[in-house]
């Protein structure tokens, strides 16, 4: 039983005792008392029980959350509206006042649908007769200073600073923490998808990044994420494959061939297939007893696997990537006794000698057994769906694949739907995005015309990187002598190389809208000024610089902040405490949307706000003429350091490592 379940339920038995315990008050003592009154007080006090139990069980989750300020207003005018106005339901989307010169910090435009709405139900209102109305329901809210109502009908909420700086206190004592989620979900995000025996390419960078960060958000909210690498292991193709490597390498069964370069391995494969018809007739019998389970078949093709994944895994060790091999193999059992399941009950159509399910409104069927008795992709996705969301009960299917693959997953979910495959309840989303070009617009290739290889790619982004990063260390070197402090070491410069290479790439995919295409550029990437990773990467290391020249160490930050209250009283430093309190509402968007690049706009924006504040609030005062140190303002450093954890946590989020 839910918690407001058992509040209800409790509330109702009271009611039921109040009522008989006043009757029996007016009866006399020769009447005899109602039985249930012992029934009721004895479920009222189970009831109370479990309802102590859960507001327990609440707060200690509230206490491990942020507050979302757009969620818990939107709750608090949903009330009101119940309350005002219990007929209409609309939604109350609350946002923050973003505008330069807004009014309030948080606002709310949906008097004007409640207007609209109540029109049609013969009522005529207008907006701020209705923000009026909402307004004098919102009294005593802990968090806000005033509602204010401007213009036709907005609401304009305004936060109390000193809840503003207690809850930048809770951040650095509790550090930054999810918004609340209604209930943990078990998610299956299916990404990458590389095929055995061939190397991965440019193609799979965005599924692998995107699906990695997606990923990395539901995790931080709570939910149970399975990280599904949907592997193109089996097919036609690796009857070829088995058979060349049978030819090439004899004795594969007893000594581990030396392939070192599979993409050459299958094109020679590939070659032989097209030219030599024996080849190829045999190349076909080994698909057969591949299929048939035979031993020694299975052994070759479970080596090729393993070539490849070697591979795969040097590229996700390199991006920091964790993933769950279950490719098309595992399903091929299951694609058999579904498509029986299926039959049996009579949701398969015929067509041409075809398996189909037609789904209304849909231009061509999904295929599910060829005329021929064969399976196809439609067969291996729909058990994809049966096995993630029946057999090991998911809540949330989300498959980050290609605007290409859009009519596809969109006919996929429609025919689950159809034939009754997945519950109201359950989600499916495909996630799609837009291709890499390159900077003639084009799809992004090599020179010669050729897919560029995700390897080769990162290695030029390495080399790239250090090459900048030395640069800089030479021009700090020649500034301050042969001796000049603060250099890096040779192993820091590794460190920083690789932190700025994969994060400025992942940075430059995900701050683009997924679904459109995008420029490649390194020299973009690079540059640090604007929003890139190398400048938001600097900037969090001037943050963390700033404690650290005033000799303030971060275990003194923390032992400030346990002993004494924060106190902002300038603007710039309420407006930075406001944008890390926002952190919570944007996570709540970005896991809604499958939007990250509202995760890299908040992070710039937060860059952007920092340097207003450092502007115009000095954190450390020297003594001009000297540089000795005059005054330390701890609970500016205090908002230093809030904005750094919050910052970090943004760069975690989106897969990038940050540098010290």
């Not at 909420?157 to 550090?175: E, H, R, S, T, W």
């Not at 207003?612 to 005059?630: A, H, M, Q, S, W």
Request: aromatic share 8%; glycine share 6%.
């Amino acid at each position: 039983m839910s918690f407001n379940e058992v509040a209800k339920h409790t509330q109702s038995a009271e009611a039921e005792i109040a009522r008989l315990a006043r009757e029996i008050q007016k009866l006399e003592e020769s009447v005899q008392v109602d039985p249930d009154i012992a029934r009721l007080e004895t479920e009222n006090k189970k009831l109370k029980f479990q309802l102590t139990h859960l507001e327990r069980a609440l707060e200690s989750e509230r206490s491990k959350r942020m507050i979302s300020f757009t969620s818990f207003f939107g709750s608090k005018l949903r009330s009101a509206v119940a309350k005002t106005y219990p007929n209409i339901d609309v939604k109350m989307e609350v946002g923050p006042n973003t505008n330069k010169n807004a009014k309030g910090d948080y606002q709310c435009s949906s008097a004007f649908l409640i207007v609209k709405e109540a029109g049609k139900a013969g009522t005529k209102t207008t907006p701020r007769e209705v923000a009026t109305a909402l307004a004098s329901q919102l009294n005593d809210v802990e968090c806000m200073e005033k509602v204010e109502i401007t213009g036709p009908g907005f609401l304009n909420f305004y936060l109390k600073p000193k809840f503003v700086c207690a809850q930048l206190q809770d951040i650095l004592m509790n550090g930054v923490r999810p918004p609340p989620v209604d209930r943990k979900l078990k998610v299956f995000v299916d990404f990458s998808s590389p095929n055995i025996a061939k190397e991965m390419h440019v193609g799979h960078l965005r599924s692998t990044i995107i699906g990695d960060t997606i990923s990395r958000l539901l995790e931080f909210m709570g939910h149970d994420v399975q990280r599904v690498n949907h592997l193109g292991d089996w097919g036609t193709q690796f009857g070829m494959l088995i058979a060349h490597l049978e030819d090439k390498f004899p004795n594969y069964k007893t000594v581990s061939p030396p392939i070192s370069d599979l993409q050459m391995f299958y094109k020679e494969a590939k070659k032989r297939f097209d030219g030599e018809p024996e080849f190829k007739k045999r190349a076909y019998s080994r698909v057969v007893e591949l299929q048939g389970g035979k031993e020694e078949i299975i052994k070759a093709w479970r080596m090729i696997c393993d070539i490849s994944m070697e591979e795969f895994d040097k590229i996700y060790e390199r991006l920091d990537i964790r993933l769950t091999a279950c490719g098309e193999s595992f399903y091929q059992s299951r694609m058999e006794s579904l498509v029986k399941k299926l039959e049996s009950e009579g949701k398969l159509q015929d067509g041409d000698g075809c398996k189909l399910i037609f789904v209304e409104g849909e231009e061509v069927p999904l295929m599910v057994v060829k005329s021929d008795g064969g399976f196809t992709y439609d067969t291996s996705d729909l058990a994809a769906v049966n096995y993630r969301m029946v057999d090991e009960k998911g809540d949330w299917g989300v498959y980050v694949v290609d605007n290409g693959q859009a009519l596809h997953f969109n006919l996929l979910f429609s025919a689950v739907n159809t034939i009754g495959l997945v519950r109201e309840d359950q989600r499916l989303t495909h996630v799609g995005f837009g291709v890499v070009l390159g900077e003639d617009k084009k799809k992004f290739k090599t020179r010669s015309g050729e897919t560029v290889k995700l390897r080769d790619l990162l290695d030029e982004g390495l080399e790239r990187a250090e090459k900048k990063i030395r640069q800089k260390e030479d021009e700090k070197k020649a500034k301050g002598g042969s001796g000049a402090a603060g250099l890096l070491t040779e192993e820091e410069i590794i460190a920083c190389r690789d932190a700025v290479a994969y994060g400025c790439i992942k940075f430059a995919d995900l701050t683009c809208t997924r679904t459109n295409d995008y420029v490649f550029s390194f020299d973009k990437m690079l540059d640090d000024r604007g929003k890139t990773a190398v400048y938001l990467l600097y900037a969090l290391t001037r943050i963390r610089s700033i404690a650290r020249n005033g000799g303030v160490s971060r275990d003194q930050l923390m032992e400030h902040a346990r002993a004494h209250p924060i106190s902002l009283e300038h603007e710039a430093e309420l407006k930075l405490a406001k944008i890390l309190l926002r952190f919570p509402e944007v996570i709540e968007e970005v896991t809604e949307t499958l939007q990250p690049h509202t995760l890299c706009n908040y992070l710039y924006d937060i860059s952007t706000v920092f340097t207003y504040f450092y502007d115009k609030c000095y954190c450390i005062e020297r003594n001009r003429e000297t540089g000795e140190l005059v005054k330390i303002h701890m609970d500016r450093l205090l908002l230093c350091e809030a904005s750094a954890q919050v910052m970090e946590k943004c760069f975690d989020l989106l897969g990038i490592k940050t540098v010290s």
